[in-house]
């Protein structure tokens, strides 16, 4: 079971961080993934991490501001947003899949999905 959380409203240019943590499930060998909804959008990849957290994909729209991460340990994956813009308004869902191999960054590979958390700026 995944829970995404952090969520809320901040100013653009403002930073928050999402957190992913999972429950009943060897974490360690599965890669994570973020996603967004919009309002009367399809969902859309935002970040993705590997399982040991060595090999990252970001969409073009947020790189270089959102850093994804991971803690095994703690079985919970982050998404570290900076310099928010409006556009980034959504709502916001942590995805996992089992392998080891490259992080997916399509909806249809991931098997287990969290419900979401709402990010909102304003400008």
């Known amino acids: 079971q995944l829970q995404a959380s952090g969520g809320g409203l901040v100013q653009a240019g403002g930073s928050l961080r999402l957190s992913c943590s999972a429950s009943g499930r060897t974490f360690s060998y599965y890669a994570v993934g973020w996603f967004r909804q919009a309002p009367g959008k399809e969902r859309e990849f935002v970040a993705s991490i590997n399982w040991f957290g060595d090999n990252t994909y970001y969409a073009n729209s947020v790189k270089g501001r959102f850093t994804i991460s991971r803690d095994n340990a703690k079985k919970l994956v982050y998404l570290q947003m900076n310099s928010l813009k409006p556009e980034d308004t959504s709502v916001y869902y942590c995805?996992?899949?089992?392998?080891?191999?490259?992080?997916?960054?399509?909806?249809?590979?991931?098997?287990?999905w969290g419900q979401g958390t709402l990010v909102t700026v304003s400008s």
């Open positions: 995805a996992a899949t089992a392998g080891t191999g490259r992080p997916p960054f399509t909806t249809k590979e991931y098997d287990y």
